[in-house]
């Protein structure tokens, strides 16, 4: 559990993963130099159940440094993530942590999360509504996940041996690092899906969403190079995708003629695939007719 500035959810975030029907479990918490009273509520809880642990940055290193240094001291057979501003519902670790026991094909398994405001009252959305699912949820999902991301980092819970495939997040990313790790994770490791939702994700005014949104562009466009040139062997349509995304932002980024020429790049890939052929003209005409200016 990574934590900057949330001492007013810290509470409640670590009171959920504690009450959780599967009980033996170790609770990490990062302090990445908090200027609230985040480490005194931190140093509070660990008082009173052993069960929590304590690492605190003596200055402010990112999110992604967090996590990592969450994941060096992890001891379990099974690691899961709960970020200090979102809540566990009683039964995930118990209800994933068996998942994966009677499927030993699969590495990782993922959920819905219901979307909370700042208060904790729900919306009335599911992640999987902001952030479509693939046809198939579940499986090899590296060609859908290049796609985009569609793993709320709340809902997953992997087993300690992707740590040998991956063993931590990119801390070169200020965001979507999440993403780029489940990227990597796909080619080596079978994903598991339950519909239930078994976490709630808080979307509040000092959320990363919010306050770093104008950075996605930038880092999409960073993640989809990183692929192209990792990923050699990618298929035509998933190639014909992240060239799209890629021309879609920069686009938005008013680099308008790299961002054409990826478009047309995408079209050209595009052919012999009737169905990928024709959303993605349709989506370039839309960007044209809509979004880009004259000069473009």
Known sequence: MPCFNHARFLMESVKSVLRQTHADLELIITDDCSSDNSWDVMTGLASHDQRVSLIRHERNRGLPKSR???????KGEFIAFCDSDDIWESNKLETQVNSLEQNPEDDIVYCDTLIIDANGLLTGQRFSDIYPLPGTPY???FEELVRGNFINVQSALMRKRCLQSVDHFDED???LEDWWYWVQLSRDHR???LKQPLARYRVHGESMTATKRRC??????KIFRRMLEKYTDLSRRAKADIFYDMGVDLCQL????????????????????????????KATMR????????RW
């Open 173 to 175: 990313l200020g965001v």
């Open 139 to 141: 499986g090899w999902l």
């Open 68 to 74: 990592n240094d969450g994941l060096q001291a992890v």
């Open 254 to 281: 008013g680099r308008y003629r790299m961002g054409r020429r990826l478009l047309s790049k995408a079209i050209r890939l595009s052919f012999g695939d009737a169905r990928t052929f024709a959303r993605l003209c």
């Open 287 to 294: 960007i044209a007719m809509y979004s880009v200016p004259l």
């Open 216 to 221: 996605f562009p930038v880092t999409r466009v």
């Open 191 to 193: 994903f598991l899906y």
